[in-house]
């Protein structure tokens, strides 16, 4: 048997398990203290000191000294400081890599304490992504910063000085994009471009005087003998000559008369428009700027909003810095993802049921007291790790203090569950009476001057997307104002009869610009006070509206009824003129045979008429000369009768 | 590289136990097969140091069985694979997988189990299989591989310098 061992191969495994300890003992705990700074620095972006980190054999576990965690924004100050840390680790889990710490126990945290030296990070160029994000993420907090103090100021001078509520009508009419200016220009222009063609088309039609003219030519042409052939010859070339310009007369007539009936379609079809153009406009800016039940109806809003705001604003930056260091570790899941990449050659973990999972890092518990300025506040975290799903539970928090500035008796509640791909983070606030003093209000110079309130709030984050529900008590309220105006006295009156009101707020939507609302019996207090001065102020303000927008249509239509008054005489002219052009061009000019023809007729009839004159004669003559006869024949038989008696 | 081969040819011709050198095969053959960085290698470690084992043959045969282990490893995986995924271990399985102390042991993965039951199964066959030709080879073929011209050769060349240096030492 002896030959078989090897004694000194022994103490050679004893050598190297020793070594292997002794390296765990004095170079693990500067290891591990390079890898907290480096990696909690990343996190918060400021300094993490620790002045040092030892390893326990007896029991198992990490003893972190001197954690200060430097405020980004304010470098000479700690966010957090925490005097001595003792972790509580799982020896074997260790073994496989797993830090499982059972309790994690903080001494002598505070907050907000100052720094001897600057815990700003070195300044490193971000990359543009980065800087991109960050840019987006500034700009993100900025604009809900601005655009809930622009909305609060708004609203504020609103009620503040009604005169100065609304916008005067010049400046509403000079930023709106009207339909009264689109289609006014439209029909300038319109009005502009016709004008033109219509004079065009017109100075292309003779005047009276051409047509007096034309006339004049035409009966010189048409009338009289003609001479010779050469005369025929001439006046038929001269006939012909106007006869085009009667065609050209008569396009152009027709051309003007086209442009005018065109012109006149589109203008009235424009006139239509600019017409009831502000009519719509003065629906649309009616409604948008309005001083009715949308415009003021939240008084508690407007009165408490900036307070809750800004209390909010410090609770969303707490949970940023908080909800990230819960997310998944990316290098876990890249190291799953290395494994089922290909499990047939490099194996793969079968995981069986149990009630001892083994995340990579989880903190059992963490609790700790700590004493501030305000008061005591004792602080408890269960399950922190960045691998819920794996034990199954969500991290959970409470914080409780008996007395912390003004405030009794707070309680929160809160449960971050990152279980499913699903992130829901749940909170519940409570404090049973909080002392308000000297509080400045968003309008009117007032104040609450002193009131006792009861909060309870109950919200959760699910993806990013923010659901909050909250309501506060007030009692004991005492208002006052230094304000002169009618409003701030008004305001001032009838809240010395309120003494209790509750105000519910709730906040729905992206976590960084939910969409707030406040109600409160407040409201419909207040609301009776203003509503009269508001109904004659809208009015006011409509009825200007309404007179400049005319005035704005009629600057631009112009005297539109005299334009068309124009357009019909110059249409009707046309019409005439187009008639007697028509007229003259009937006119037909003789040829020369017909001339001569005409005139050999002329000459058969008077030579016909010649003859039948002499003939006449002729037969009247020997009428006569019957007649003498007749009358010499009786006279001889008269005498021959006498003669015979 | 060399020297670990001239070592293991001073074995072969040397004193040393048939038996030691078997034993470091066998125990090479479970570092060589499953995966370096677990539990029971510092086991293995602790028998090979302790033990009179021949540490030039486990470390060479360790190297050996490393290469091997990229032929065997896709096999180790399916009987792993199997063993864990059977419905009558599943029970067993299950309260193993309570003890944090056998989750160390890596138990419940494919390869890990699967190469640790191969290079058990193999550790007796090799053990005794190794012994014998080394036995076979002392008293039958190492006076005839002495004579072989390439071993004359080779006696000639730097490595057989290098092996004669630690023959002497």
Known sequence: MKQWIRWPGLIGFIVVAGLLVAGWLFAAGPLMKMALESAGSKAVGAKVDIASVDLTLNPVGVVIQGVQVADAKSPMTNVVSIERAVADVAFVPLLLGKGIVEELSLSGVAFGTARSTSGALPVEAPSEEVAEEKA???????????????????????????????????????????????????????????????????????????????????????????????????????????????????????????????????????????????????????????????????????????????????????????????????????????????PAVHGRYVHFKT??????LWIKKVAFTSTMDQGDIAVSVN?????????????????????????????LNGVMDRRQKQAVDRFDLQVDNYRVKKMDLGMAGL???????????????????????????????????????????????????????????????????????????????????????????QKAFEKELKAKLKEQMLAYAGDYQGLLKELGVADGDMSKLDKKITELSRKKMASFEDQKKREAQEAAKKKEAELKRKQKEKEEELKRQQKEKQKELEKQAKDKLKNLF | MLDMLAKFLKILNSDAAPGQIA??????????????????????????????????????????????????????????????????????????????????????????LGSVVIALAAFIPVLLLSRKLVMVYRIQFMAWFEKLRVVQWVKASRFYKIYEALAEE
């Open chain 1, 383 to 411: 399950n922190i790790t960045d691998q819920q799903d794996v034990i199954a539970k969500p991290t959970t928090l409470v914080i409780r203090s008996a007395s912390f500035g003004a405030a009794q008796n707070i309680l």
């Open chain 2, 23 to 112: 034993l470091a095969f066998a125990f090479a053959l479970i570092v060589g097969l499953t995966p370096f960085f677990s539990f029971h290698n510092l086991i293995v470690l602790f028998f090979v140091l302790v033990l009179r084992v021949n540490l030039s043959a486990f470390f060479l045969a360790s190297a050996f069985f490393t290469l091997i282990a990229y032929l065997v490893d896709p096999f180790s995986v399916m009987i792993g694979e199997y063993l864990l995924m059977m419905p009558e271990l599943q029970t067993f399985w299950t309260d193993l997988y309570q003890s944090e102390l056998a989750r160390v042991s890596q138990f419940n993965h494919t390869l890990m």
């Open chain 1, 447 to 537: 104040k609450l001057d002193s009131s006792q309130v009861a909060i309870n709030a109950k919200g959760s984050i699910t993806d990013g997307q923010l659901s909050l529900d909250g309501r506060a008590q007030f009692t004991q309220a005492k208002f006052s104002t230094k304000d002169r105006t009618l409003v701030a006295k008004e305001l001032n009156n009838a809240l010395t009869k309120i003494p209790s009101f509750d105000l519910n707020a709730d906040a729905n939507g992206p976590l960084r610009s939910p969409k707030v609302g406040f109600n409160s019996d407040l409201d419909e207090k207040l609301q009776a006070i203003f509503n009269q001065v508001i109904k004659d102020k």
């Open chain 1, 355 to 360: 009630d001892r999972p083994l995340p990579n």
């Open chain 1, 136 to 342: 987006a993420a500034q700009a993100s907090a900025d604009e809900t910063q601005e655009v809930a103090s622009k909305k609060a100021e708004a609203e504020s001078s609103a009620l503040d000085n009604m005169a100065q509520a609304l916008p005067s009508t010049d400046e509403v009419l000079a930023r709106e994009p009207l339909k009264t200016v689109e289609h006014g220009k439209a029909f300038k222009q319109s009005y502009q471009t016709h004008r033109a063609e219509i004079d065009q088309a017109i100075a292309n039609v003779p005047n009276a005087q051409a047509l007096k003219q034309y006339e004049t030519r035409l009966n010189a042409i048409i009338n009289g003998r003609f001479e010779s052939i050469e005369d025929f010859k001439q006046r038929k070339k001269e006939f012909d000559e106007l006869n085009k310009q009667f065609k050209q007369d008569k396009a152009a007539v027709a051309a003007a008369k086209k442009a005018i009936s065109v012109g006149k379609k589109e203008l009235n079809e424009k006139w239509k428009l600019l017409k009831d153009a502000p009519e719509s406009d003065y629906e649309q800016l009616k409604g948008k700027y309005s001083l009715d039940n949308q415009g003021i109806a939240n008084l508690s809003g407007l009165l408490f909003g900036g307070e809750s705001a800004q209390y909010a604003l410090q609770a969303l930056e707490i949970y940023e810095k908080i909800a990230p260091l819960l997310a998944s570790d990316e290098t876990a899941e890249e190291e799953l993802a290395e494994e089922d990449k290909d």
